[in-house]
């Protein structure tokens, strides 16, 4: 994250509170997400918001921060505390910190393996038709999630018993552990093998998740889609991921909407755009046509000497303001449409009409190879 103050990266004051912090992160995060956001600069922007949060939510790693600032994020001067070998002072690992990098044992700030913690956010694709994202629609979706074994009630253990904590890392979830380096003996973190970093022993496992706590199951859920809905837009459903750690809370569940293209009509947010043919005599004496819209035909006046490229704005005929309580407009543009063929009526009335407007219309017949084109299409 180079330099950038992660306070600032998440727009956060100093004092702003965990569920501040997380709060942040998510908005920016779906802001910056790549699959989202098609600005040059999204991805980077993104990492640092990640960068960010990973020093921010950790209370040690902002601890450092707060006293030390960025060179305490990079090991730079007073990033070790300077209080001796074993690097207790001024909340930082010593040299044990760095050879357990080297040597398998990772940083010795650890989350504690027994504490509550929110389950994962997933992620739903919705396609939609045109229409459906326009007016919104209630529907049921189904998709595979981890939820609490109701077996054992997540806790893993068969009925009836319950975890103990485990005597080998006495519920730690990590076993320290000595290694002979080229500098000398020195001491390790390592992942409790027994059991597996949770800090609890499971003596008789469930019968039905096998001591995991979890199950993989078919979740299904109805949805709202709201009226006015764009492509790419996400809408967040709390509590809807994945089962959480511990007794911790459900993770998030993000709708991602995909909304197909229509034939007839283009749409940039609560604005839809269309097109419509007129003749020329309806260009130059003007005429009322009628015109399709999302919400149903209208009539549009066509005033005379319009010319083509012109557009004509319906108000209200737009698709909803997402959240809103009104519509956007549409905009419909007219083309005037010249005529391939002409009846020899229809080609006498036109040299009249360009006689009478002092023009002289010198007309071109069709050469063979036009001649042979048009006997083929009539075919």
Known sequence: MADRDPYDVLGVSK?????????????LSKKYHPDINQEADAEEKFKEVNDAYEILKDPQKRAQYDQYGSAGMNGGAGGFGGGGFNGQAGGFGGFEDIFSQFFGGGSTARQNPNAPRQGNDLQYRMDLKFEEAI????????YNREEDCSNCNGSGAKPGTTPETCSNC???????VDRQTPLGRMRTREVCSVCDGTGKDIKEKCDVCHGAGKVNERHELKVTVPAGIEDGQQMRLDGQGEAGVNGGPYGDL???F???PSKEFKREGS?????ENISFPQAALGDEIEVNTVHGKVKLTIPAGTQTGTSFRLKGKGAPVLHGNNNGDQKVTVNIVTPKKLTSEEKSALKQYAEVGGNVVKEKDSNFFDKVKDAFKGE
Not at 15 to 27: M, N, T, V, Y
């Open 15 to 27: 004092d702003a509170s965990e569920d501040e912090i997380k709060k942040s992160f998510r908005k």
């Open 135 to 142: 007016f919104g629609k209630e529907t049921n979706i189904t």
């Open 170 to 176: 006495n519920g730690s979830g990590y076993v320290e």
């Open 254 to 256: 993000y709708v991602v």
């Open 258 to 260: 995909v909304v197909a």
């Open 271 to 275: 604005t839809i755009y269309s097109s």
